[in-house]
């Protein structure tokens, strides 16, 4: 496999997903998107869909202002049992060696992860994912730190994906899509390793 091997032979993935909302314990995941990265961070094969929520009744308003996704245009998508069965599946074909693991790269990691653990459960979620979790907003926030500390001018104003997308030049077409987000954190993380600070 020509992704990027890291960690003993785990292997870097970028990550993100959508929701009906803020708690992870009360909300779900109605949209996933997972892209492994070559030796040079570039994408190569994905991990893709939407989910229909179990309880419909919880979907925040605001939630479906932020990413355009209705319990209406999500029915016809398979439940997150079924989604849970054919990463699974997806994640076995990828014939990694033994006991190797997909290494997450989010960008607000705190927020993603609870949700995929919740919705896969935690064994579920050990088994494909391992650590220490990759994070461009932490890494963006530790960017400014370096740089208030040593005096220098700040690179952005805040650590945003969007933000962080348009100051860096990096595409993002349609954010709030599952897809989108994920490939542009990874472009975003290939553009932050980069930086001299």
Not at 1 to 9: G, H, P, R
Not at 26 to 41: P, R, S, T
């Given at each position: 496999?020509?992704?990027?091997?890291?960690?003993?032979?785990n292997v870097l993935a970028a990550?993100?997903?959508?929701?009906?909302?803020?708690?992870?314990?009360?909300?779900?995941?109605?949209?996933?998107?997972?892209?492994?990265?070559?030796?040079?961070?570039?994408?190569?094969?994905?991990?893709?869909?939407?989910?229909?929520?179990?309880?419909?009744?919880?979907?925040h308003p605001d939630a479906v202002a932020t990413h355009g996704l209705t319990v209406e245009s999500l029915q016809e998508w398979p439940d997150r049992h079924a989604v849970a069965d054919s990463l699974w599946d997806?994640?076995?074909d990828l014939n990694l060696a033994p006991k190797k693991r997909l290494i997450p790269l989010c960008h607000n990691s705190q927020f993603d992860i609870p949700f995929v653990q919740y919705m896969l459960g935690y064994e579920q979620y050990n088994e494909i994912f391992?650590?220490?979790?990759?994070?461009?907003?932490?890494?963006?926030?530790?960017?400014?730190?370096?740089?208030a500390y040593h005096g220098l001018a700040l690179p952005f104003q805040r650590t945003g994906l969007g933000h962080l997308c348009e100051v860096l030049g990096i595409d993002l077409p349609n954010a709030h899509n599952a897809l989108d987000d994920t490939l542009a954190t990874a472009r975003l993380y290939q553009k932050l390793i980069q930086m001299d600070w």
């Open positions: 496999m020509s992704s990027l091997i890291t960690l003993n032979d990550m993100d997903v959508e929701t009906t909302g803020r708690d992870p314990a009360y909300n779900e995941v109605i949209q996933i998107a997972i892209v492994l990265l070559d030796v040079h961070l570039n994408p190569t094969k994905h991990f893709y869909t939407s989910i229909r929520p179990e309880h419909p009744e919880r979907m997806w994640f076995q391992g650590y220490p979790t990759r994070d461009t907003n932490a890494m963006a926030a530790s960017i400014l730190d370096k740089a």
